[in-house]
């Protein structure tokens, strides 16, 4: 399994997993131990998922088979083409996003992956998702792959459970998508996106105020 994990990365190491006879995931599914003393309260989710990161480090995958986070789009474009799990389509399934800075690719897949999202800015790959075919493997074995290899998610709730190293997001959301994501990409469109809700807030009050 750690070879094989190492070759293709999170996603088919967990696909992997499901394969397994129950009996297999079941003694593969690793013995949790009780929580220290002294252990973040469920108060404290920000201090609890900055444990967790550490806990992590920078164990959290990076790539997809031959696909790696932080690629150029051309190298993306030729990575997908030579892919036989990916029905990649060439520039159809590109678009250009709304922002000149930003592409994204679209295509379906075969088998367990049913369509996949790749989304660049500045010309590197920062985030790639996967929605898997529900009929093929469910919410809960996935979440329990994912838990055997990277311990309990940084954070937990009903729309995703998060996984966090220094560099990097993993996360499972639902229905049934997993997202990898480059942290410090991620983390400055996040503070980008709360500075202009922020201004556009300001300008919504000061349009009312007129009144």
């Known amino acids: 399994m750690d070879v094989f994990f190492k070759k293709y990365g999170l996603t088919l190491a967990f696909l992997a997993f499901l394969a397994a006879s ?3 995931q079941e003694s593969a599914l690793p013995v949790k131990p009780a929580p220290a003393a002294g252990a973040a309260t469920a108060g404290a989710p920000a201090a609890r998922a900055a444990a967790a990161a550490a806990a992590i480090g920078d164990s959290l995958p990076r790539s997809f088979r031959q696909i790696k986070l932080g690629m150029g789009l051309d190298e ?3 990575a997908l083409a030579a892919d036989d799990i990916f029905a990649f ?4 399934d590109v678009s250009l996003l709304s922002n000149p800075d930003q592409a994204l690719i679209e295509t379906t897949g075969f088998s367990f992956v049913r369509r996949a999202f790749f989304q ?8 790639m998702a996967f929605d898997l075919d529900a009929g093929r493997v469910d919410h809960y074995s996935v979440f329990s792959a994912l838990v055997a290899d990277y311990g309990e998610p940084s954070s ?3 729309r995703e459970s998060v996984w966090l190293s220094e560099n ?7 229905p049934l998508t997993v997202k990898y994501l480059d942290r410090i990409v991620f983390d400055e469109l996040t503070s980008s996106s709360r500075v202009k809700e922020s201004r556009d807030a300001v300008l919504r009050k000061e349009f009312l105020d007129g009144f």
Not at 89 to 92: Q, T
């Open 22 to 24: 129950p009996q297999a």
């Open 76 to 78: 993306l474009k030729a």
């Open 89 to 92: 389509r060439g520039d159809r």
């Open 120 to 127: 660049l800015r500045g010309g590197k790959l920062f985030m």
């Open 156 to 158: 937990l709730d009903p």
């Open 168 to 174: 990097t997001r993993v996360s499972l959301e639902r």
